[in-house]
């Protein structure tokens, strides 16, 4: 449910001294516990008890501050207090973690306090203790959308008011799923951190700009001035991506659960879902009847979708296997192909006039090739899907992929073919290998970036010259 009536006391800041101290005994806690989160040093089991005492009377003080989550947030001293007297084993939070639900109170401005022993995607993966102070961002228009044609009652987008180490990095989600539990329950909701997604993108945007001198759109443009214009920007695209995993023609399985499978078929599943924001949006922004804000924002989803990809999913990370790095390469690399994205004379431009259809275009590939799965297969809609990537992005020289089918040991289990995918199947273009380099400390610095962070023109070793920083190195 979304509820619009739901009010708390006054907001607790990141300066509350309860929450303070919850915050130091979570982070002298976590340094004594192993990755599944139990504390096997019996020496250490009085300091660790001390510092649970501390959390679970922090967490009284400061439950009546948020009343939305009173059963949650007493359960919660229940698994603390019940770990400390088994010894600090593997932890086991299923009782809170069932006994929160911030889907059924999507209110803008609410906040919650959210402590459990978890690992961070794209940050720790240890199930230390985390300890969280959240908002909720949910302004009218979603509202709107979310209750119409885009419903999605598990999402609940956030932003950081203060954290432990585990968000001190790249992670800007909060799942369920992390968290240390003695089994795995039925997940009724999904938290992303869009100030973070939106902070990041407006650093990494004003920097790429600059180093390939694009001359950004003027409502664009005003992405980089406006961090919550840009966060509610995220949230649309977020609700959107989020729903369409489960929807459409699909694999039997589009997420690839506990499968073994080429890592570019992640790549395609997560363009998927973002070209469906991206052609959604598009849709949005043309209909009259729509309302304002929704189109407004359905613009700058279009912008954001393609800035992100081509800017920071393509050069953020490792090659090892890196499926986001491959679907901006991908964007990139059909939009040059197609006539809307040049690179000439040492200067980027976009015909945006055209590159709407184009997008839309790529998407609907995908979803074509999704379509056709349902009648083939396995191995068929794997050769076909490095096909379509194949067809616009040039793989390694090395790969065994590329040299066909008569290649490939297509006569033994799925997994020899999977075996012969190299870490990195599709290699940086020249392109981005010197964007890449110019790029990286910029990339960096965005770990652990909040909506409160400085992310004016804080822009790592950017040359002031955009079209000799891309050159020079």
Known sequence: MTTTALTAPAPITAGNQEWLRLKAAATALRALQVQDGSVPDAEAHEAAAGYVDTITAAVAALAPSFPHDANYLELLV????????GGFGVPDFLDSLQAFQPQQHRVNGLQHLVVFPMYTQNG?????????????????????LETGEY???????????????????????LFPET????????????????????ARFRRVLRAAAEITSLQLPEDAAGLLE???????????????HDRTHMRGDLPFDPFMIKQRMPFFLYSLEELRCDLTAFRESVKIEKD??????????????QYAVIFDRIFRFAITGTRVRNYDGLGGQLLFAWMHQHHVLHWTDSKLSIDWDEAADVVVELGAKIEELYWRSIDRPKMAHWLAAYELISGTVTPNPASVWAKGPDALPLDGPPRGLTDQVLDDEFPLSMFYEALEKKMRPV?????????????G??????????TRALNAG
């Open 443 to 455: 990339i960096e610095s965005t770990a652990g970036i909040t909506g409160s962070s400085d992310t």
């Open 151 to 173: 419903s999605n009652k598990l999402f609940v987008p956030i932003r950081f008011l203060d954290f432990t180490a585990g968000y001190d990095t790249n992670s800007a989600v």
């Open 179 to 198: 968290v240390a539990v003695r089994e795995t329950p039925t997940f009724t909701w999904g938290a992303i951190f869009a100030d973070r997604e939106a």
């Open 288 to 301: 009259e009847d729509a309302d304002p804000e929704a189109r407004r924002h359905a613009k700058l989803v």
């Open 78 to 85: 229940t698994d603390f207090g019940r770990w400390a007297a």
């Open 457 to 466: 023109t804080d822009t790592g070793s950017v040359s002031g010259d955009g």
């Open 226 to 240: 406006d961090q919550e214009l840009t966060q509610e920007t995220f949230v649309m695209w977020d609700l959107i």
């Open 124 to 144: 720790s993966s240890s199930r230390l203790v985390e300890a969280v102070l959240i908002e909720v961002i949910w302004p009218e228009f979603i509202g709107g």
